[in-house]
């Protein structure tokens, strides 16, 4: 079955870095756009950023200058660097991907489980 697994969480102290990665796997025919959201306790879920497989990129308005996603088709994987981190960037970070499989079953937003990032001195 077709799965999301992001890594890379963890605890880390405001001003730092973390690199976030997530790993399309399964029966995929294709990966479109992925992206990563993040929602903290009481708060909406929100964009952090997304990449077409083109390369193409957008960023949320908290996150612009600090985050960088990037992807790398070949390995269906995503990655979001985070630098100069804040406590307001604890959340649980979620990939999401527009992708299509063997049996042409197309998803738009397919969700992975999630990774706390908690940022705290």
């Known amino acids: 079955q077709v799965q999301l697994v992001e890594s890379g969480g963890g605890l880390v102290q405001p001003g730092g870095s973390l690199r976030l990665s997530c790993a399309a796997s399964?029966?995929?025919?294709?990966?479109?756009?992925m992206a990563w959201y993040r929602q903290a306790p009481g708060k909406e879920r929100e964009l952090v950023a997304g990449v077409t497989r083109a390369g193409n990129t957008n960023y949320g308005d908290n996150v612009k200058g600090r985050f960088t996603i990037s992807r790398d088709n070949s390995k269906k994987t995503v990655y979001l660097q985070m630098n100069t981190l804040k406590p307001d960037d604890t959340a649980v970070y979620y990939c999401n991907a527009d992708l299509v499989t063997y049996t042409s079953i197309v998803y738009r937003g397919y969700w992975g489980q999630g990774t706390q990032v908690t940022v705290s001195s």
């Open positions: 399964g029966p995929i025919f294709n990966v479109n756009t």
